[in-house]
């Protein structure tokens, strides 16, 4: 009875019920499917000025690393006293590290923390530890021989002229190409000055710096 019970199904299977649920949706292309998040920004790694103590001569870098410190990780800082006591950490030798000292001195005194505001730290760096008369050191350097090339490559001795000029604010073609000619070293400037073509006129400086760059 069996067997013929499973011959009978093997010769006419049974149907299958007819669903009336509708098929899934077809995925949609990527262009339509929800963005993923944006991944969170990654900060430049960022460092940290240099220990200061009171050169004037370094007081500018010094200054410019702090404020570009500031500028990029503003967020770190509660409030612009925070800043400046942050400054203060690099000062820890010479003159910088006694004028910090001072400072603290004067709000063990008072009960108010002296310098209010970064500007107003800016402004007393300046007065302690710029150089007094950065034009005038800059014009006393180009009147003498401190600036010449000597065993200097040719980037060195352009990079020093070309700060002595900004700081004297030079911009007279002719005069810039005389204090440079007369600070290379003697052989660069007989080639320059005897070459067959192509020789760089007087009143144009960068194509002084450009020959001189090229025979060195």
Not at 46 to 52: A, G
């Amino acid at each position: 009875m069996q067997l013929q019970q499973l011959t009978q199904l093997v010769a006419n299977p049974p149907s299958l019920p007819v669903s009336n649920t509708p098929p899934p949706p077809i995925p949609s292309s990527p262009a339509s499917l929800p963005s993923a998040p944006m991944a969170r920004r990654i900060r430049p790694k960022l460092s940290c000025p240099l220990d200061f103590s009171g050169e004037r001569h370094n007081g500018h870098a010094f200054l410019n690393s702090c404020s570009l410190y500031v500028r990029l990780a503003l967020e770190q800082f509660y409030d612009e006293e925070e800043r400046i006591l942050w400054a203060l950490t690099f000062f820890k030798s010479g003159r910088a590290a006694k004028w910090s000292e001072n400072i603290f001195c004067q709000e063990a005194d008072t009960g108010v923390f002296p310098i209010r505001t970064w500007r107003d730290f800016e402004q007393q760096f300046w007065v302690h530890f710029f150089p007094v008369n950065i034009e005038a050191d800059a014009i006393n350097a180009l009147e003498g021989t401190f600036y010449h090339q000597e065993g200097r490559i040719v980037d060195n001795y352009l990079d020093n002229f070309q700060a002595l000029v900004s700081d004297i604010g030079y911009m007279d073609p002719w005069t810039l190409v005389v204090k440079f000619r007369r600070g290379l070293r003697l052989g660069i400037q007989n080639q320059i000055t005897t070459m067959p073509y192509g020789r760089p006129a007087n009143t144009n400086p960068d194509t002084w710096y450009k020959a001189a760059w090229r025979i060195d």
